[in-house]
């Protein structure tokens, strides 16, 4: 539709320009073939608000209103083959509200990785964390909260992951860039994880 009328629909996914995801993906080549990750993101909120991220019908399946997450492993690893995943709600104050979900999903990729994923934000998430692990046949990379370290055989680096700050401005200027000059997006719609809920063999 947005071709069809001249328009630009635009994905805006910022955390593929952020300085965590940028260090990450230059690490990668050094610890081989990556087999495994696990990524988890938990926000403790008590009390939770009463806000359309915490709606029932406005934020909807918890992967979905958070699917920036997902689109950094699919930006790292490729396409998915296979999905299975579940969710648990606790009830708010009143219906239309959830006051916690924990969510958690396994996906396997094309290229045989697997990837375990935890999403929970709420009253009964009493920690906070955002932790992201890849196991490779020749290292590991960890990241934990703002904090990021490669893992060689014979030693630890740590990671260089610059800074969160200014981030809607990069993309909006991006953007713009896009618009005035025909110069590349950082994200196209065909490589959204939206498009992925087509393929064969996946549970929803």
């Known amino acids: 539709l947005s ?3 001249n328009r630009l629909l635009h994905v805006e996914h910022i955390e593929l320009l952020s ?3 940028q260090a990450v ?3 990668l080549p050094a610890i081989g073939t990556p087999f495994y990750v696990r990524y988890s993101s938990l926000s403790a909120q008590r009390p939770a608000p009463t806000k359309w991220t915490y709606a029932y019908e406005q934020f909807g399946f918890p992967f979905v209103g958070a699917l920036s997450r997902i689109h950094r492993l699919t930006h ?3 396409p998915v083959a296979t999905v299975s995943c579940q969710a648990q709600y606790w009830q708010g104050v009143t219906p239309e509200f959830f006051a916690a979900c924990l969510c958690t999903a396994q996906l396997r990729f094309m290229n045989g990785l697997v990837a375990d994923l935890v999403y929970g934000k709420g009253e009964t998430i009493w920690q906070s964390s955002r932790v992201l692990e890849i196991q490779a046949e020749h290292g ?3 990241v934990d909260g703002e904090q990021g370290k490669l893992i060689l055989a014979d030693q630890i680096q740590p990671l260089e992951m610059g800074s969160r700050r200014g981030l809607f401005a990069k993309d909006t200027a991006m953007v713009l860039d896009h618009l005035t000059t ?3 997006l950082y994200v196209s719609l065909a490589d959204s994880p939206v498009s992925y809920t087509h393929l064969r063999g996946h549970e929803t």
Request: charge should be neutral; avoid cysteine; aromatic fraction near 6%.
């Open 25 to 27: 993906q230059q690490a």
């Open 140 to 142: 590991g990379i960890i």
């Open 182 to 184: 025909g110069a590349p």
């Open 76 to 78: 790292l690893f490729g």
């Open 19 to 21: 300085g965590i995801h």
């Open 3 to 5: 071709q069809m009328q």
